[in-house]
Structures are given as structure tokens and as C-alpha cells.
């Protein structure tokens, strides 16, 4: 195609510069995974050479001692409710104002679009207090209806414009089929806007696991910390143990990296797309 | 498709749909789907209104109240004019200026990016997903990463000791460790920046590149008269969002690389806001800064949206 307008001979430095630029994004994230696997000694010996001897001491460590493994099985609980919820009223309010036109909808689509821009720090201390006359403060349910409250305006938007791609025809035919509004949306709308669906929740998921103001200010609580919180502690409790601290960077990576690595079409291109519209 | 076809062949009406039913009951029927609709939306919007748009306007009101969070007295503006002539406020908003040096630098890697894995380079998919890999990292983990690389121990340094340098200390100087949070907002901010950008350059006619490559326009020539121009509206999407990031997003980093110290050197205004919500016994001031900063936000967005055009041409 026209694309390929760069000659053959330019292609060669532009690949290298590519490659350099690449290493500099890996190189980092290499680094921390050989840290978590070597021991204190070992590192401060020669922290860019390669490791004399492999441990899986910090990471047992820092999963048992220094309450990562704790942390993360919290964000594991909360991330997945706060998750599903998001999923089920983004859908409803989705399909709805796309296909439905509902009572008030430009209220409502106004409301979520303004609020789209609000940034955290507004929030903090409303919020902090609000859920604090409500004694939800240190619970689990303060921080996952947050999570759901703050993602849903985002989850709405892009799941009414992917319910709006559906045919009208379609839906209407299940429609004269006999299908209620339960059915349609379920066997019908759902299934076609799967691809869509998977791209927004995997980057809710993502959202939500390495957010780190809420959980901080609302879990205040060692005993029920989520992981950004519990790792920004061991970053700066432990800062001399470096292949400590990796370890517990390592855990906290591993989700999205795995993520990423089974679904990276999937999220790359749904960014792309998500982007233009 | 199938369903539509079953659905025609059954009802045996031409168009699908509901023009079979009587116009009564189809308005019937149509008004019965948008109550449905608003049943359906509700949850949504009750979460949105109750935890988004009520704490918004409690902010505001805070905004212009004396109060430690249970009892208030409205004091009209004095909470702005505190925070308005607090120096502190005016040092940390000059950081924040420092601190917007990263935008001109993660446009210009994401529009080299962009524009070369356009080309379609050997391994550009590679490279697309290498590129891509630090946005799905916490901000507390690129941020812890990053204090333990440029750290008194670590990879940084014992490069430089391997050359013969005396180790540095990278934040006990502000403007070092200002340096030092720009290079990992930009390493992990390009990646997802090009994405935006190319999907930008993917909608470009190819047609134009054509019939510019037939009448003799240099590769260079084509990147500042067709490129560049085609991409505008993304290039002014990524410089907006990059500014409200240097002013709302900046907290992960400075509070696991800094807290915001030496002194205030690296306090932000998002950071600040954080202190002065849960470090003041007036709770105010910090309602009244998050409400300056959001109008700031706004005021900017309006701004550029201006600058670029952006509504003209949707």
C-alpha cells in the first residue's frame, strides 16, 4: 500500500531507532523481573550484571511477610464485583440510549458526559466524608461503589456507541419475535457487542487494579489494604531492599502483563478504536 | 441476519419492525419501550448523580464554608482568597509549569512513533505492543520502578560509577527529581499517545499520498503537508489530554516517589489538594483549590478545543 512511502534504504535506521526505543521500554521492566529473582547481597554487589545465584525467597517473603499477598487477593475481590457491576448497568444504560429512547435521556447522557471530566482530587473529599456519614469508610463496599460510580460514565458512553452500530432491524425482528426487552438485550444486542464488551472490561480491570487515591483515603486499614497502596508502603519501607521491592512490583505487574499478553490485539486495537470514535 | 430473514419470512411484512401494528398501538408500544428504557438506564444514572454529580456539588459547597467536616459556617470566598494568596499555592503551581515540559516531549515521541510504525517497518506490530506495555502499569508501579532505578543504589547510578562518576542523589534536588518523574511520565505515556495518533493516520485517505507521490512531494514534504495537517485533531486531542494530565494525574507519582519533598520542590496542586484534604483542620481550602483546579481544567479544555478546531470539523 501508499503507506509504505519511505525509502528502502531509510527503513534500515528508522528499524534500529525503533529497536533502541523498544529496548529502553523493556529494559526497565527486564531489570525489575531479574531483581525480584536475586538476593539482597547479590544485588547491591553489582545491580546491573546478571545474578550469581536465583531465589524465590523475596517473593515468598514479601507475599507472606510484608502483606502483598494479602493485598492482592483484596484487589483481586474488589476489582472483579466492581467489575461485574460496571459491566451490568453499563450495559442497560447503554443498550437503552442507544436503541430505547428513554424518558430524559438527554438529561441523563448530559449528566454522564459532564461528569466525564472530573477529576479525582474533586472528588476525594466529598466523597471521604459522604462515606464516612454513612460509616462506610475501611469497608469493602465504600471503595467498590466507587470504583463502579466513577468508571460508569466511560462504560456507558462507549457501550452506547457500540449498541448503536447494531441494526435496527435486527433487534426489531426479535422484537416481532416475542422477545421481551430482557430477551432482546440478552440473546440479541449482547452477543453482537461482545468484541466491544471484552475491550471495555478489560480496561475497567485495569482501571480499577492500579488505581491508588481511593483505595488509599477509603481503606485506610493495614488489615484490608489493596495492593497499589500496600506496594507504595513496601516502596517506601523496604527502599534499600531492592529485590524486595521488586518482587512485590513483579506481583502487582503480573495480572496486567498477563492481561495484556492474552488479550494485546484485543486491547491495542479497542484502544484504537474506541479512540476514533 | 438470520433472525431478521425468519422474522420477515413469518410476519411476511416488507420492512421489519412494527409497521404491521396499528399506529395507536405502535405509539402505545413506543412509549411503554421508553419506559423501559429509562428503567433500564436508571441504576446507572442514580450511582452517577448520588457518588459523582452530589459530592461535586458538596465540594462547591464546602468550597465556601469554614468546616472540619461536621459543623460548617459559610464564609463566602474567603477559602479562595486564602488559597489565592497562600505562596505555597503559587510555588507548587510553578512546579506543575515544570512539570508541563513532559507534554512537548511525549507528543513529539508519539508522532515519531506514530508516523514511522505507519510506515510499516519490520516488526511494527512489536513494536505497537513493546511500546503499549507500560500503560497497563499501575502509576505506583512504574513510580516505585523508576525511584529504585534513578535510586542511590540503582541501575542509574552503578552505570554512572561503571564510568567513573560519583553516584546522585536524584531527589534530594527538586529539579533532578522533577526530571527523573517527567522520564517516567513520558516512558509510560507515548505508547498509548501513538495508538491514538495512529489510528488518526489510519483514516487518512490514501488516495491524497498517491497522487502527492505522483506529482514528486518528498517524504518529508508529504509528512508537513498531508500527515501532519490530516492529524490535527488527534494531535490536539493528545496536547489537551497531556496538559490535564500534568495537572490532575501527577499524584501516583509523587506520592511513591517524593511525597512531594524536598520541602514542596515536587508538590503538585493534585498532590496538594490530597494535603490539604487529610492534613488540615479546615477542611475548606483544599475544597476551594480541587474546585479552582476542575474550572482550570475546564477553562483549558474550552480553550483548546478552540485552538484546534476540534468541534468544526466533528
Known amino acids: 500500500m501508499t503507506s509504505a512511502t519511505l525509502s528502502k534504504p531509510a527503513r534500515i535506521p528508522v528499524f534500529i531507532g525503533l529497536a533502541i526505543l523498544a529496548a529502553s521500554i523493556l529494559f526497565p521492566v527486564f531489570f525489575l523481573v531479574i531483581a525480584a529473582f536475586r538476593t539482597r547481597i547479590d544485588y547491591l554487589r553489582n545491580p546491573l550484571g546478571w545474578p550469581s545465584t536465583w531465589t524465590f525467597e523475596?517473593?515468598?517473603?514479601?507475599?507472606?511477610?510484608?502483606?502483598?499477598?494479602?493485598?492482592?487477593?483484596?484487589?483481586?475481590?474488589?476489582?472483579?464485583?466492581?467489575?461485574?457491576?460496571?459491566?451490568?448497568?453499563?450495559?442497560?444504560?447503554?443498550?437503552?440510549?442507544?436503541?430505547?429512547?428513554?424518558?430524559?435521556?438527554?438529561?441523563?447522557?448530559?449528566?454522564?458526559?459532564?461528569?466525564m471530566l472530573v477529576p479525582s482530587q474533586v472528588l476525594i473529599l466529598p466523597i471521604y466524608l459522604m462515606l464516612s456519614a454513612l460509616g462506610l469508610i475501611g469497608n469493602y463496599a465504600s471503595i467498590i461503589l466507587l470504583y463502579v460510580a466513577t468508571s460508569l460514565p466511560f462504560a456507558v458512553f462507549f457501550l452506547t456507541l457500540s449498541f448503536r452500530a447494531i441494526g435496527d432491524e435486527v433487534l426489531d425482528a426479535a422484537k416481532v419475535d416475542g422477545a421481551g426487552f430482557f430477551r432482546t438485550l440478552f440473546r440479541v444486542a449482547v452477543p453482537?457487542?461482545?468484541?466491544?464488551?471484552?475491550?471495555?472490561?478489560?480496561?475497567?480491570?485495569?482501571?480499577?487494579?492500579?488505581?491508588?487515591?481511593?483505595?488509599?483515603?477509603?481503606?485506610?486499614?493495614?488489615?484490608?489494604?489493596?495492593?497499589?497502596?500496600?506496594?507504595?508502603?513496601?516502596?517506601?519501607?523496604?527502599?534499600?531492599?531492592?529485590?524486595l521491592v521488586s518482587a512485590g512490583l513483579l506481583i502487582a505487574a503480573s495480572v496486567p502483563l498477563l492481561l495484556l499478553a492474552f488479550t494485546s490485539r484485543y486491547v491495542v486495537e479497542g484502544i484504537s478504536i474506541g479512540s476514533s470514535k | 441476519m438470520t433472525t431478521t430473514e425468519i422474522a420477515r419470512a413469518t410476519v411476511g411484512a416488507p420492512e421489519p419492525g412494527v409497521p404491521t401494528l396499528a399506529p395507536r398501538r405502535a405509539a402505545a408500544w413506543r412509549r411503554r419501550e421508553r419506559r423501559i428504557g429509562l428503567a433500564a438506564a436508571a441504576p446507572a444514572f442514580l450511582i452517577v448523580v448520588g457518588f459523582m454529580i452530589y459530592p461535586v456539588l458538596f465540594a462547591l459547597y464546602i468550597s465556601f464554608n469554614r468546616t472540619d467536616g461536621e459543623d460548617f459556617s459559610w464564609v463566602w470566598l474567603s477559602n479562595?482568597?486564602?488559597?489565592?494568596?497562600?505562596?505555597?499555592?503559587?510555588?507548587?503551581?510553578?512546579?506543575?509549569?515544570?512539570?508541563?515540559?513532559?507534554?512537548?516531549?511525549?507528543?513529539?515521541?508519539?508522532?515519531?512513533?506514530?508516523?514511522?510504525?505507519?510506515?510499516?517497518?519490520?516488526?511494527?506490530?512489536?513494536?505497537?505492543?513493546?511500546?503499549?506495555?507500560?500503560?497497563?502499569?499501575?502509576?505506583?508501579?512504574?513510580?516505585?520502578?523508576?525511584?529504585?532505578?534513578?535510586?542511590?543504589?540503582?541501575?542509574?547510578?552503578?552505570?554512572?560509577?561503571?564510568?567513573?562518576?560519583?553516584?546522585?542523589?536524584?531527589?534530594?534536588?527538586?529539579?533532578?527529581?522533577?526530571?527523573?518523574?517527567?522520564?517516567?511520565?513520558?516512558?509510560?505515556?507515548?505508547?498509548?499517545?501513538?495508538?491514538?495518533?495512529?489510528?488518526?493516520?489510519?483514516?487518512?485517505?490514501?488516495?491524497?499520498?498517491?497522487?502527492?507521490?505522483?506529482?514528486?512531494?518528498?517524504?518529508?514534504?508529504?509528512?508537513?503537508?498531508?500527515?501532519?495537517?490530516?492529524?490535527?485533531?488527534e494531535l490536539g486531542f493528545v496536547f489537551i489530554i497531556n496538559v490535564l494530565y500534568t495537572f490532575t494525574s501527577l499524584f501516583g507519582f509523587i506520592f511513591v516517589m517524593t511525597a512531594g519533598g524536598p520541602g514542596y520542590d515536587t508538590t503538585t496542586i493534585d498532590y496538594l489538594v490530597y494535603l490539604k484534604a487529610f492534613g488540615s483542620e479546615n477542611l475548606g481550602p483544599g475544597a476551594a483549590l480541587a474546585v479552582l483546579l476542575f474550572l482550570f481544567i475546564g477553562v483549558l479544555t474550552l480553550v483548546q478545543n478552540r485552538v484546534f478546531r476540534i468541534q468544526d470539523e466533528d
Open chain 2, 80 to 233: 479562595y482568597v486564602n488559597i489565592l494568596a497562600d505562596p505555597l499555592v503559587h510555588q507548587v503551581f510553578v512546579n506543575n509549569l515544570k512539570f508541563l515540559i513532559s507534554v512537548p516531549l511525549v507528543v513529539f515521541f508519539s508522532v515519531i512513533v506514530s508516523v514511522l510504525l505507519f510506515e510499516k517497518i519490520r516488526g511494527w506490530r512489536f513494536f505497537r505492543f513493546v511500546y503499549f506495555l507500560p500503560n497497563v502499569l499501575s502509576i505506583v508501579v512504574v513510580g516505585v520502578m523508576f525511584k529504585g532505578i534513578f535510586g542511590y543504589n540503582g541501575a542509574v547510578n552503578s552505570a554512572i560509577v561503571a564510568l567513573g562518576g560519583q553516584p546522585i542523589t536524584f531527589f534530594t534536588d527538586g529539579n533532578l527529581a522533577i526530571w527523573v518523574i517527567i522520564t517516567a511520565l513520558v516512558w509510560s505515556g507515548f505508547g498509548y499517545q501513538s495508538l491514538l495518533i495512529l489510528s488518526g493516520l489510519s483514516s487518512i485517505d490514501s488516495s491524497v499520498f498517491e497522487a502527492a507521490a505522483l506529482d514528486g512531494a518528498g517524504w518529508w514534504r508529504r509528512l508537513f503537508s498531508i500527515t501532519l495537517p490530516n492529524i490535527r485533531r
Open chain 1, 192 to 243: 453482537m457487542a461482545m468484541p466491544s464488551l471484552a475491550t471495555l472490561a478489560v480496561l475497567q480491570f485495569l482501571g480499577m487494579w492500579n488505581e491508588l487515591l481511593y483505595a488509599l483515603i477509603l481503606l485506610p486499614d493495614d488489615t484490608k489494604r489493596l495492593l497499589t497502596p500496600a506496594l507504595s508502603m513496601i516502596g517506601t519501607k523496604l527502599q534499600n531492599d531492592q529485590p
Open chain 1, 58 to 115: 523475596n517473593l515468598v517473603s514479601v507475599w507472606n511477610a510484608y502483606g502483598a499477598g494479602s493485598a492482592f487477593l483484596h484487589s483481586l475481590f474488589v476489582v472483579s464485583i466492581a467489575l461485574v457491576l460496571v459491566l451490568v448497568f453499563a450495559t442497560l444504560a447503554g443498550y437503552s440510549l442507544a436503541k430505547l429512547n428513554p424518558y430524559g435521556a438527554k438529561i441523563i447522557t448530559g449528566s454522564f458526559v459532564s461528569v
